[in-house]
């Protein structure tokens, strides 16, 4: 295991969120050489497709943010 990887490990919650954060920055910027595996593609046309059937579930982002909210609020965070 690289060590980077153990010390993501070791780092707490919030620490691991900055982490996340940041990779995704990163990968913002410098995705333009990178082509995704050809199962992200059938992944997405999948769940295109189950929610054009209506046979997933939608929730309102307000609603969504609040359930969070009160999650993070019950952890003490």
Same mark, same amino acid.
């Given at each position: 295991?690289? *060590?980077?990887?153990? &010390?993501?490990?070791?780092?707490?919650? *919030? &620490?691991?969120?900055? @982490?996340?954060?940041?990779?995704?920055?990163?990968?913002? @910027? *410098?995705?333009?050489?990178?082509?995704?595996? *050809?199962?992200?593609?059938?992944?997405?046309?999948?769940?295109?497709?189950?929610?054009?059937?209506?046979?997933?579930?939608?929730?309102?982002?307000?609603?969504?943010?609040?359930?969070?909210?009160?999650?993070?609020?019950?952890?003490?965070?």
């Amino acid at each position: 295991m690289p *060590a980077v990887l153990k &010390e993501i490990d070791e780092m707490d919650i *919030a &620490e691991k969120v900055q @982490t996340m954060d940041y990779l995704w920055s990163s990968l913002q @910027t *410098a995705s333009s050489g990178y082509t995704p595996p *050809a199962w992200h593609g059938e992944e997405l046309s999948r769940r295109q497709h189950l929610y054009a059937e209506g046979k997933v579930p939608v929730y309102d982002w307000i609603d969504v943010k609040a359930r969070l909210d009160a999650r993070r609020a019950a952890l003490g965070k």
